[in-house]
């Protein structure tokens, strides 16, 4: 009887323990949010594409240059011949103005000095600038997403806002790294 006893105890102990088996999610995403997501920012961007167009119908005395980037933009001065272009590391000095596309002024003849691609600009601005010489001044068009995005500025400019800038490259200091 003690040796069936024993017997049955190691069995017990045998048996009874085993390795834990994970557990599956209580609960499974299905990516309904990020779909949302796309949708509502597609909507958004052809919302935006058409503003943009009729603002370029609208004004058939100027050239719109759609850049590889994604936004517009328009010469108001253009500097001929061979001239220098911003690089990485150069220091601009230039002067634009905000508005939105409907034309309300945001913000006003605003001096900034940048040091190209090594401090914060907007996205737009900061590949718009390269491509402009010393002493030129480019109308651009930015959708929301090439501007402040979802995010706005914190200060006069809110969620999702396409922008008009009007820029004015005063000079450039080559990086001579």
Request: aromatic letters at 10%; one cysteine or more.
């Amino acid at each position: 009887m003690k040796n069936l006893l024993i017997l049955s105890a190691i069995a017990m102990l045998c048996f009874s323990c085993k390795s834990p088996e994970a557990r599956l999610p209580e609960s499974v995403q299905s990516g309904s949010f990020l779909k949302a997501s796309a949708a509502r920012n597609k909507k958004l961007n052809e919302l935006e594409k058409t503003q943009i167009e009729e603002i370029i119908k609208n004004n058939p005395n100027r050239e719109y240059i759609a850049s590889k980037s994604g936004f517009w933009y328009s010469y108001v001065h253009k500097v001929e011949g061979d001239s220098i272009q911003p690089q990485f590391g150069d220091v601009v000095d230039f002067t634009y103005d905000v508005s939105t596309i409907e034309g309300e002024e945001i913000y006003d003849d605003i001096d900034k000095t940048y040091v190209m691609d090594k401090e914060e600009l907007f996205t737009g601005l900061r590949e718009g600038l390269k491509l402009l010489k010393p002493s030129e001044t480019v109308t651009f068009i930015f959708p929301s997403q090439k501007a402040f995005g979802y995010y706005g500025d914190d200060h006069k400019i809110g969620t999702n806002i396409p922008l008009i800038c009007k820029v004015t490259l005063n000079t450039i200091k080559q990086n001579n790294d």
